[in-house]
């Protein structure tokens, strides 16, 4: 007997955007991804207006998955995945996304794909919306601040959930949907939502309503799924970073308190299928009055997901300002250093405990199932003189989290369904834009300009994940 239940879901996770390239091929539209520029560690990715030349775009080529999965699946059998976390790129289906009727090569291509993995006994895990909008959507619609994108998404959805009914069991609606509660960034907003802000606008308020609007479509996804495959399992995707008081000063726990419901209220939306009380009246106190109809109050009641996937890299810290008085958090503004973790070479505050911690708030607020669909270490990698490169930091990381996963499983009694480590093999980071920021178990022979053979090649940490999954988290 093994710690972990016996079907636990080991495997990887990546999305389309970030490896497949391949970006005008089969039919495929432009993406919010393919309009997003290298930017570096602490430069933003730019965004330009559609596609322009001189300009690199790493996720145009990415890591050329999109001709050469056949051989990555294989790699990730032969570590004896019994899982596999991508994205069906939109713009793959519906190239503009208002199309009526899908591409037909696109679906083709995620046919073959699923294939793929099951001929290896990999279970697929698709998330729907993960950072690859159509950008005619952005264009035309002005991307989710527009409810019309409600009607687009849906098609979307019901499109793949009917295709692939037989071989996708498991879901995601949107990926990370909670990134954007930090609405100041560009980078969020425009990846969550298809949202570039113009000069002068209310950014919060034009938030809340493409947040509402995708909740309320992710809800008539839920309901269109069930009713296509009862069997599936279809969950919500939010980016965890539990927010820690930074002293045991009341005014900071009160502040620790707010900053994780205003980060969070997405997935009570998600899992109860209405507002909490405190956003409610946060709203109000703010003068933001949502687009909001019976028909979405609705929607949200009959469109509750059946788990909660979330991400877990760091996490973070508040503080009470003076003068704060009603303890809003702005996550542009109000983080500070924890000195207790260290960070990584992006300043990402490393911390295994707070996955143990994640764990049980998720399940003490939801009592859900939950999937950990993205964990693990963006690093610099450097090939050995025998050509292999020796990452025992990505190793050390990974197996401090998986022991806390472990014990919020066999002492906290959680109810933990999988573990996908993000970048399972090297591709291009979503913040930046690098391909140097890596978080593989493979290693992709190319660089942030662009240079390389592609070749794969394996890692040590290859052989160590290809132990802990034999050994179902046994062996770390
Ligand atoms: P990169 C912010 C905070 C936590 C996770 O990120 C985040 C982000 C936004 O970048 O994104 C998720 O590549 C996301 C993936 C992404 C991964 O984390 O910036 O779901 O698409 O690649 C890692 O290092």
Redesign the pocket.
């Known amino acids: 007997m093994t710690k972990l239940p016996e079907n636990f879901l080991w495997g990887g996770a990546v999305?389309a955007h970030?490896l497949e390239g391949g970006y005008n091929e089969g039919g495929k539209g432009i993406s919010v991804a393919d309009v997003m520029t290298a930017g570096a560690n602490g430069v933003e990715r730019k965004i330009t207006d559609g596609i322009v030349s001189g300009e690199y775009y790493p996720n145009h080529e990415a890591i050329d998955f999109y001709h050469r999965y056949k051989g990555d699946i294989e790699l990730f059998a032969e570590m004896g995945f019994k899982c596999f976390r991508t994205s069906i790129a939109w713009t793959r289906i519906f190239p503009n996304g208002d199309e009526l009727e899908p591409n037909e090569e696109g679906l083709k291509f995620y046919d073959d794909l699923f294939d793929e993995c099951l001929k290896h006994g990999i279970e697929p895990v698709v998330t729907l919306s993960?950072?690859e909008l159509p950008y005619h959507l952005v264009t035309e619609y002005g991307g989710f601040r527009n409810r019309k994108l409600i009607g687009f998404f849906e098609r979307f959805a019901k499109t793949c959930f009917e295709r692939y009914k037989d071989k996708v069991k498991y879901w995601m609606t949107f990926?990370?949907i909670n990134?954007q509660a930090n609405f100041e960034t560009d980078?969020a907003p425009f990846t969550n939502s298809g949202i570039a802000y113009k000069e002068g606008e209310n950014r919060e308020a034009i938030m809340y309503q493409a947040a509402h609007y995708e909740l309320v479509a992710s809800a008539r996804a839920v309901k269109i799924g069930h009713a296509i495959n009862p069997d599936f399992k279809i969950g919500c995707m939010i980016?965890m970073?539990p927010v820690y008081p930074a002293t045991c000063k009341p005014k900071d726990v009160l502040m620790a308190q707010k900053a994780m419901q205003k980060r969070y209220y997405f997935t009570d939306v998600h899992v109860h299928g209405e507002y909490p009380e405190h956003i409610k009246k946060y709203l109000k106190r703010k003068n933001i009055n949502l687009d909001f109809t019976n028909e979405d109050a609705e929607d949200l009641k009959n469109g509750c997901v059946d788990y909660i996937g979330f991400?877990y890299?760091m996490s973070f810290a508040t503080k009470y300002k003076e003068g704060n008085d009603s303890f809003d958090y702005n996550e542009a503004t109000d983080l500070v250093k924890n000195d207790y973790v260290k960070a990584s070479e992006?300043g990402w505050q490393i911390d295994p405990e707070g996955l143990r911690y994640a764990l049980n708030w998720f399940t003490d607020m939801y009592r859900l199932p939950l999937f950990i669909v993205?964990n693990g270490f963006?690093a610099i990698d450097q090939l050995g003189d025998d050509g292999v490169v020796h990452d025992t930091y990505r190793i050390e990381y990974l197996k401090a989290h998986i022991k806390e996963m472990i014990k919020a499983v066999d002492e906290d009694g959680v109810d933990l369904m999988g573990y996908t480590p993000?970048?399972c093999i090297d591709l291009v980071?979503?913040?930046?834009g690098e391909m140097k920021?890596r978080?593989g178990f493979i290693y992709v022979d190319k660089d942030n300009e662009g240079n390389g053979t592609l070749e794969r090649s394996r890692k040590e940490s290859f052989y160590w994940y290809q132990q802990v999954i034999k050994s179902n988290g046994e062996e770390l």
């Open positions: 999305a970030q993960h950072f990926n990370e990134n980078f980016a970073c991400s890299y992006w993205e963006g993000w970048g980071s979503a913040s930046t920021k978080y």
